[in-house]
DNA sequence: GCATGATCATGC
DNA sequence: GCATGATCATGC
């Protein structure tokens, strides 16, 4: 490329993206040569810059400190993201898409228009790499070329999302943000660990830097529209599959999409669940997850068939990440069950060492929404019968960020282990303990293994939350 | 009665 | 066939 002025006209969105092509399959040193990448001021390490170096060399964009987005002729922000390859050959997200520093002081004064986020992000120019460890920059492979302009209806739960976490700011919370505040758009940890947290602006209480940012949950559905289309995609077609989508975007003009969820559910608190099967039109079942069924099928409202029984695979719980959990309870409250989450992957645990990357940190964050159904008053304990079960309450939740750092200690302990080759339950948490999580089995039978990275084979274990730390959420939100 | 291990049900 | 969410079954 030496000597050639980049031939793209940086006032048009489609040139920008035909011109993005050519980094397909290549990385910035194959591009630019080494003699550039030797003379250029940019370093490869460390966290950041690859954006910068884009910009500077391969588009030989002047960078500007302009707020705005980053080609501002023609109104596009390029971000890059990374992929990391799976054992099987899979292309994963490596993490989070970070868009903006959120400003404690000055965003209380914004609206979701005037915001930046909203101004630079509506349309973003994506350039995925291959993430590798310990490889510099300059030989990253890119792989996937994006336009991706956010959709109408993403756009609007992205508007209360942004409202959220704002009013949370106004409120004095900031140092309470959680990414599992919110639906698509969250305020995630930004800066060092032991780095000084800031000041906001309606309590004295110091918080640490966040971020807006895309949730993984939400990139990994960019990500598979992007495989479905091929190396390079453009998103202005509308992309909303109403065969999977479980609110309308006329629905949520009425209300947020989780109002509008809650809503659902609102006809049939009291009801038992051969009451809500009757005033559904449904054949009672004997399933031990009829209750979870039935759950989803309120959930859904009068959604497609695809998703009635299963809403997690909704288009907008694929986007947020957001878990329906249902859980049954005693007459006293009291939840009957411990909480299951998929099994630990082994690999994954093994090879990722950022707590705030890890897998157990993004399930963890989510959002939820917890359906309660509960024993009838009077009724003991041993009557327990899924039939007769009334439905109590049903919310969305988040994880309190006191007990993230319970989570994070749960981690360490679940990392370690794995690490020294120790996958059994004497060395992981239980739950005698008390600690709210714990591990446990959890497979098709006794002999269903899974890869251990020390090599061989081992039992599968998977994240739970303890039942008595299910009944102190329920408590808590049945008390407001 | 509870902790732990084991398995079921569903959907892709 | 497998991953995930949910619940069952056993033994102390």
Same mark, same amino acid.
């Given at each position: 490329?030496?000597?050639?002025?980049?031939?793209?006209?940086?006032?048009?969105?489609? +040139?920008?993206?035909?011109?993005?092509?050519?980094?397909?399959?290549?990385?910035?040193?194959?591009?630019?040569?080494?003699?550039?990448?030797?003379?250029?001021?940019? *370093?490869?390490?460390?966290?950041?810059?690859?954006?910068?170096?884009?910009?500077?060399?391969?588009? *030989?964009?002047?960078?500007?400190?302009?707020?705005?987005?980053?080609?501002?002729?023609?109104?596009?922000?390029?971000?890059?993201?990374?992929?990391?390859?799976?054992? @099987?050959?899979?292309?994963? !997200?490596?993490?989070?898409?970070?868009?903006?520093?959120?400003?404690?002081?000055?965003?209380?004064?914004?609206?979701?228009? #005037? +915001?930046?986020?909203?101004?630079?992000?509506? !349309?973003?120019?994506?350039?995925?790499?291959?993430?590798?460890?310990?490889?510099?920059?300059?030989?990253?492979?890119?792989?996937?070329?994006?336009?991706?302009?956010?959709?109408? =209806?993403?756009?609007?739960?992205?508007?209360?999302?942004?409202?959220?976490?704002?009013?949370?700011?106004?409120?004095?919370?900031?140092?309470?943000?959680? $990414?599992?505040?919110?639906?698509?758009?969250?305020?995630?940890?930004?800066?060092?660990?032991?780095?000084?947290?800031?000041?906001?602006? %309606?309590?004295?209480?110091?918080?640490?830097?966040?971020?807006?940012?895309?949730?993984?949950?939400?990139?990994?559905?960019?990500?598979?529209?992007?495989? *479905?289309?091929?190396?390079?995609?453009?998103?202005?077609?509308?992309? @909303?599959?109403?065969?999977?989508?479980?609110?309308?975007? &006329?629905?949520?003009?009425?209300? +947020?999409?989780?109002?509008?969820? !809650?809503?659902?559910?609102? /006809?049939?608190?009291?009801?038992?669940?051969?009451?809500?099967?009757?005033?559904?039109?449904?054949?009672?079942? =004997?399933?031990?997850?009829?209750?979870? !069924?039935?759950?989803?099928?309120?959930?859904?409202?009068?959604?497609?068939?695809?998703? $009635?029984?299963?809403?997690?695979?909704?288009?907008?719980? *694929?986007?947020?990440?957001?878990?329906? =959990?249902?859980?049954?309870?005693?007459?006293?409250?009291?939840?009957? &069950?411990?909480? +299951?989450?998929?099994?630990?992957?082994?690999?994954?645990?093994?090879?990722?060492?950022?707590?705030?990357?890890?897998?157990?940190?993004?399930? %963890?964050?989510?959002?939820?929404?917890?359906?309660?159904?509960?024993?009838?008053?009077?009724?003991?304990?041993? &009557?327990?019968?899924?039939?007769?079960?009334?439905?109590?309450?049903?919310?969305?939740?988040?994880?309190? /960020?006191?007990?993230?750092? #319970?989570?994070?200690?749960?981690?360490?302990?679940?990392?370690?282990?794995?690490?020294?080759?120790?996958?059994?339950?004497?060395?992981?948490?239980?739950?005698?303990?008390?600690?709210?999580?714990?591990?446990?089995?959890?497979?098709?039978?006794?002999?269903?293994?899974?890869?251990?990275?020390?090599?061989?084979?081992?039992?599968?274990?998977?994240?739970?939350?303890?039942?008595?730390?299910?009944?102190?959420?329920?408590?808590?939100?049945?008390? %407001?």
């Amino acid at each position: 490329m030496d000597n050639l002025r980049p031939a793209y006209d940086k006032t048009s969105i489609a +040139s920008i993206f035909e011109y993005s092509k050519k980094l397909i399959g290549h990385s910035l040193r194959e591009i630019v040569g080494d003699d550039i990448v030797q003379a250029s001021r940019l *370093q490869g390490q460390g966290k950041g810059g690859l954006e910068q170096m884009l910009e500077e060399l391969f588009f *030989q964009y002047p960078i500007n400190s302009d707020p705005g987005p980053d080609f501002k002729e023609a109104g596009l922000e390029l971000k890059g993201t990374g992929l990391k390859r799976l054992i @099987s050959g899979e292309l994963q !997200i490596k993490e989070r898409l970070v868009c903006d520093m959120i400003d404690y002081e000055t965003v209380v004064n914004e609206t979701f228009e #005037t +915001s930046l986020f909203y101004i630079k992000c509506q !349309i973003m120019l994506l350039i995925f790499y291959l993430y590798e460890k310990d490889v510099s920059k300059w030989d990253l492979k890119f792989i996937y070329t994006v336009i991706w302009k956010i959709p109408e =209806k993403d756009l609007q739960i992205i508007r209360h999302d942004f409202e959220r976490i704002v009013e949370k700011i106004r409120r004095g919370e900031a140092h309470l943000l959680s $990414e599992g505040d919110t639906d698509y758009l969250a305020a995630c940890r930004k800066g060092q660990k032991n780095e000084n947290p800031r000041k906001q602006p %309606f309590s004295c209480v110091l918080a640490p830097r966040r971020a807006f940012s895309l949730k993984p949950a939400y990139m990994r559905t960019v990500l598979a529209f992007v495989k *479905q289309q091929g190396e390079s995609a453009v998103s202005n077609i509308d992309l @909303s599959q109403p065969t999977q989508s479980l609110v309308d975007i &006329e629905e949520l003009k009425t209300g +947020s999409f989780e109002e509008v969820i !809650i809503g659902r559910f609102r /006809p049939f608190i009291g009801l038992s669940y051969l009451e809500i099967c009757n005033r559904l039109g449904v054949q009672p079942s =004997k399933a031990k997850n009829r209750i979870a !069924i039935i759950a989803n099928k309120i959930a859904a409202g009068k959604s497609a068939k695809t998703i $009635e029984n299963n809403v997690n695979n909704s288009e907008e719980f *694929q986007k947020s990440g957001i878990r329906l =959990k249902t859980v049954t309870s005693y007459s006293n409250g009291r939840v009957k &069950e411990d909480t +299951s989450f998929e099994n630990i992957d082994y690999e994954e645990v093994f090879d990722n060492d950022e707590w705030l990357d890890s897998r157990l940190y993004e399930i %963890f964050t989510s959002r939820f929404l917890f359906v309660q159904f509960q024993q009838p008053n009077g009724q003991r304990q041993n &009557e327990f019968d899924l039939d007769n079960l009334e439905l109590k309450t049903a919310f969305f939740w988040t994880m309190p /960020p006191q007990d993230i750092d #319970t989570a994070e200690m749960y981690w360490d302990n679940i990392r370690e282990h794995v690490l020294n080759n120790e996958i059994s339950p004497r060395y992981f948490w239980n739950k005698r303990m008390h600690r709210k999580f714990h591990v446990r089995p959890k497979g098709r039978n006794a002999k269903d293994l899974a890869y251990n990275p020390n090599g061989g084979m081992v039992q599968k274990y998977c994240y739970w939350f303890n039942s008595e730390y299910v009944t102190e959420i329920i408590q808590q939100h049945n008390n %407001f």
